[in-house]
């Protein structure tokens, strides 16, 4: 494979989502198309982005994002929320269906952590999050996800 860790993990984190996506579009758990579910999945890491923000950080243009959102919309995946300063803009927002689709793929990092929970000693756990959390909010600027604290807020 490769003798960098960083990418062999995440490499073995994609492949094991695509394989579970692809599974359940084959099986019709998911009523979504591929670029669908990446689409949902990207609107609901940042947050509640407006269309624009979402078509601004994947790289197409506003028409095509709406199609998109739209589609998301109609199948109960995504809502669109009215800003309350200003009503000209909306927000994106998830729905109970997507976190009932997203807390599936989620499982298997809840596994991959306990895993690392159980083998590593406390203060190694510990070491490892502080890293992670380094890697995601120093080592990946160009991607904002939101924070814990951040969802909070929004809700």
Known sequence: MTD????????????????????RIQ?????LSTTEAYCIEVIGALGSPTINEFADFIGISPPNATYKVNSLIKKGYLTKVQSGTDKREFFLEVT????KYWNINKKYMDIVEERLEKSLE???????????RRISTEMMPEVPIPTKGEEEENE
């Not at 109970?96 to 976190?99: A, I, L, T």
Request: aromatic share 24%; net charge neutral.
């Open 4 to 23: 960098n860790p960083l990418h062999e993990v995440y490499s073995k984190f994609r492949v094991y989502y695509y394989r579970d996506v692809f599974r």
């Open 27 to 31: 099986s019709r758990e998911l009523s």
């Open 96 to 99: 109970d269906k997507y976190f």
């Open 122 to 132: 406390p203060e190694e756990f510990e070491l490892f999050n502080k890293i992670m």
